[in-house]
């Protein structure tokens, strides 16, 4: 089941504006009804509830919840507006982790802008246990160094080609961050260094591509982003734009198993480029973790990576 949230456009008005922020303009009284339909699409965020298989999870840590978003593109005073919503939003959920998977902003003209405000809303998330970052493709296009620092200052630990592990009731579990696929900064081996096979891994990867040169490391689960869904989803086809993923378009959004693990792709918060959504609202995830039977799912899919990643350093 889901929670379905919108955002109140008055409360949008009476926020304050970031310095330099463009106010928004208001249409022809005639197309007001068609603004307000597809402000609505842009706006309405579901809170996703799954139950997610992980591969190793100890059996005391069965049930533990965890929250992700992704794919803010804090650009304008609406997705900054769109964030505290979904914030709020997530700390109903009382999560013991929380995940934030990369694409924070458009550009560098924006992330200077919003900066403050983006360090602010993260601020206020209240994970019992914990709040892991990565950086993905448009975060190193404008600043690594900027976005990295006002993710650290909200209270976020970034993961960068590295691990953390976590004792969350009395059990081990790690939260592995593999630095972005097209900015060529994935290193999955540097990133698992140090980890035994038989540890519960949960991994962090903006783009879900990533899996191509991470499977032989054994992922206990994988959560991505980078393809907001698919932006129109058409109900028992899915997404008509080009696929611009390799390891196929049933991986554009929600669970998929991809050989002996699975993978998570959230739809994202905001848009880029096109400002639009149908039948693909913003999402905030909300996990239940789950134990994964090791040779359960057969059928999943076997595909073979490429023989050199085209955008990535990977060290697989």
Request: with cysteine; aromatic share 6%.
């Amino acid at each position: 089941m889901s929670t379905k949230l919108k955002l109140v456009a008055d409360g949008q008005k009476r926020r304050r504006r970031e310095p330099g922020a463009v106010p928004p303009r208001k249409p022809p009284i005639p197309l007001r009804p068609l603004h307000r339909m597809w402000r609505k699409t842009i706006d309405g965020i579901e809170v996703a509830a799954t139950n997610l298989p992980v591969r190793q999870l100890p059996p005391g840590l069965t049930g533990l919840v965890a929250c992700q978003i992704s794919d803010l593109h804090v650009d304008r005073d609406e997705d900054l507006a769109r964030l505290e919503a979904a914030v709020k939003a997530i700390n109903r959920q009382q999560p013991d982790l929380v995940f934030l998977t990369g694409d924070y902003f458009s550009g560098g003209d924006t992330m200077r802008r919003y900066a403050d405000g983006f360090r602010r809303a993260l601020a206020s998330l209240n994970p019992r246990v914990g709040l892991f970052a990565i950086l993905g493709n448009h975060d190193h296009w404008a600043s690594a160094s900027v976005v990295g620092d006002a993710l650290k200052r909200a209270g976020a630990r970034l993961l960068a080609n590295e691990h953390q592990r976590v004792v969350i009731r009395g059990d081990h579990l790690v939260v592995v961050g593999i630095d972005d696929l097209w900015a060529r900064k994935a290193e999955p081996t540097r990133a698992f260094r140090g980890l035994a096979p038989d540890e519960c891994t949960i991994v962090l990867a903006h783009n879900p591509d990533t899996a191509l040169y991470a499977r032989h490391l054994a992922p206990g689960v994988m959560l991505s982003g980078h393809t907001h869904g698919g932006v129109v989803r058409i109900p028992y086809y899915g997404s008509p734009i080009r696929s611009i993923l390799r390891i196929g378009k049933k991986f554009y959004a929600g669970l998929n198993r991809y050989n002996e693990f699975y993978i998570y792709t959230n739809r994202g918060l905001g848009t880029f480029w096109l400002r639009i959504r149908i039948n693909c609202r913003p999402e905030v995830s909300r996990f239940s973790l789950a134990m994964l039977e090791e040779g359960a799912g057969s059928e999943a899919a076997a595909i073979e990576p490429p023989r050199r990643p085209r955008r990535a350093r990977a060290s697989a």
